[in-house]
């Protein structure tokens, strides 16, 4: 499957964005979504994931609250609703699948995706 990350931009603190991830060539509803970001000098993260069905979500602590995960497996896409942007959030940003089973759980380790855009970038000014 190839993705395509789109939506980074510059946004104030406290402000909104919204990160959108295109699939095509396979089946989008056999995989398994996740969100990462990696910041200046920083690994890579988990910041939230989603099963195939988008039934089960996970989020990582920092993030829990203010972002929104989500898909549309008619539109082969996953979307990153991100709200009250603080300077902390300033990363590229990925998405990521991995083939998985409706009932398998999320994981948050980068290793565990086999697929990745190409990363979009957020920076939110203070």
């Known amino acids: 499957v190839q993705l395509q990350a789109s939506g980074g931009g510059l946004v104030q603190v406290g402000g909104s964005l919204r990160l959108s991830c295109a699939a095509s060539?396979?089946?989008?509803?056999?995989?398994?979504m996740g969100w990462f970001r990696q910041a200046p000098g920083k690994e890579r993260e988990f910041v939230a994931g989603?099963?195939?069905?988008?039934?089960?979500?996970y989020y990582a602590g920092l993030v829990q609250g203010r972002f929104t995960i989500s898909r549309d497996n008619a539109k082969s896409t996953v979307d990153l609703l991100m709200n009250r942007l603080q300077p902390e959030d300033t990363a590229v940003y990925y998405c990521?699948?991995?083939?998985?089973?409706?009932?398998?759980?999320?994981?948050?380790?980068?290793?565990?995706?086999?697929?990745w855009g190409q990363g979009t970038l957020v920076t939110v000014s203070s």
């Open positions: 060539g396979r089946t989008f509803s056999d995989y398994a």
């Open positions: 989603i099963n195939r069905s988008g039934g089960s979500l």
């Open positions: 990521a699948a991995r083939l998985a089973s409706e009932t398998m759980v999320i994981l948050t380790g980068a290793s565990a995706y086999g697929h």
